[in-house]
């Protein structure tokens, strides 16, 4: 028997980027496709930890275990959406700017004898306070499309963040300390 498989439940280039870190590379890639609502007054850590469970159940597989992950980008109580279009971007940066907010960033892993094992990570993130013309060229960057928030650590908007304490991987998008340990945990083989 060879050593069990891993496969990633995620259509995120940045997951298999982070993944890659670790030494691995999923032998598959099972993105999974489920209705990202979420339910009235549920909590952003709930809202992560339930996304995260569900991608990788949804993906689960006999054959391997099946990782996936979720980011939530929090104002207080508040789950901010996915920035698809540019107002809902710059609402986003306007309620970021100049205060600290959350982001959570929840795996599961799902084993090949049907257990879920799922971590946490949150991180708080500072912007500065930000100009009318600096969420302007941040709009015009394009780089806050698709990303929960409205905004990409990985890129330009770093450059407009004071401080973060907690996980900058889990903020990308799959937050590398949980994730090894939650592999080595389930006794997958990780150096
Ligand atoms: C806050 C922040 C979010 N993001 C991204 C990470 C996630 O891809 C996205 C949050 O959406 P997710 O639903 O976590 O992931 P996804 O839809 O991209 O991929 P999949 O569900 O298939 O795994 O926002 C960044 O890339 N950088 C950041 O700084």
Known sequence: MGS??????SASPRRR???ARL?????????ADID????????????ARRMAREKAEAAASDD???????TVVAAGRRILPKAEDETTARQCLELLSGRRHRVMSAIALHAPDGTVRERLSETVVLFKRLSGQEIEAYIASGE???KAGGYAIQGIAEGLITRIQGSHSGVVGLPLYETRALLKTAGFDIA
Do not use: C, M, Q, S
């Not at 069990?4 to 439940?9: G, Y």
């Not at 391997?64 to 979720?70: C, K, M, P, S, W």
């Open 4 to 9: 069990p498989k891993l496969i990633l439940a």
């Open 17 to 19: 980027d982070l993944i």
């Open 23 to 31: 030494g691995l590379a999923p032998d598959a890639i099972n993105p």
């Open 36 to 47: 990202e609502t979420p339910t009235k007054g549920e909590l952003p850590r709930d809202y």
């Open 64 to 70: 391997g275990f099946v990782l996936a992950g979720d």
């Open 144 to 146: 806050w499309h698709g």
